[in-house]
């Protein structure tokens, strides 16, 4: 009888031991100082960042003006751009910003764009693939202008760039993942997109620290919801507002890790999601999402 109280007093310690391990290591994450400022050296550095006119591409943007980076403003819309690069510089008047135009719908390569020129001579330390595009396939022109956004421009643009931030390093690509990459009904290409962000990006990284460029950090910051005109579900405690989360994305940089979530509400959010068994997943996200399909179809 001792011996059976004795294993499960001692399976009892080593659960308690591990739940406070994990405890301890959220609050590491997300209590630790930002390092951002580690990506800011030499003379003038620059960051680029896709899909700068609304939602979280601009929240990075001027979080990062407010650090004093230089910007690359990416978008599809010039005078869109030029109101977010005037309302920026009002506020920083030190800060320069240049425009990268270019529809990530079309399938048409840096090269031939206006990207290459952009960046000749520039301090670029950051690159953030933030661009996204996610909804409900329904067409052939949908599912390339998906696979096109979410993961060829990626891929490309940080393929040209990379040789630069290499020898701009400490450098930072930062990719924008998101919860959906467990799997998601009626978002499957912006779903599995999001997962190859996330294993490439990766894949990236352990190269870097393989060929010796061990300052050339990948980071996927993941994300479960962010109030913004891709997501127009109003803000709250779950879903924060796109300033909000880019504030509080950015502490999560220069800290070694390949993947986190960006806002620590949503790390709480996943590991709940994740503590479940796949069936139970699937009865939680399938009323979820088809709730959601409601909103988004009255909003359209
Ligand atoms: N919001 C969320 O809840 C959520 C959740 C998970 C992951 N994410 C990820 O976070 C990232 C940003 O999402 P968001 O909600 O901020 O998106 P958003 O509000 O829809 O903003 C998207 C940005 O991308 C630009 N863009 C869209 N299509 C483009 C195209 N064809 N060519 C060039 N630029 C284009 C938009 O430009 P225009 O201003 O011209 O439209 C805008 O600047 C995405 O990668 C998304 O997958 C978001």
Known sequence: MEIISRIIYSAG???VTYALYQVAVFLTIY???SRLHHYHHGSQPWACIT???DGIGLGIAQELASHNFNLILHGRNFSKLSAVKSSIQEQHPSVSILIFIFDTKECKTIQSSTFPDL?????LTILVNNV????????AEDVDAQINTNLRFATQLTHYTLPILKSCSPSLILTMGSTTAIGMPWLSVYAGAKAYLRTWSRSLGMQMRGEGFRDVEFLTLDIVEVSTLGNILE?????PNARKWATAALRQVGHGRRYVHGY???ALQRG???WMPDGAQDMVILPEVATRRKLWGKSK
């Open 119 to 123: 960046i000749k001579n520039l301090n």
């Open 235 to 239: 803000e709250s405690f779950l879903r």
């Open 272 to 274: 709940v999601v994740n």
């Open 264 to 266: 620590w509400v949503h």
């Open 13 to 15: 310690l080593l659960c």
């Open 51 to 53: 899909g700068a006119s």
């Open 31 to 33: 209590l630790r100082p």
């Open 132 to 139: 996204g595009l996610g909804h409900e396939t329904l067409s």
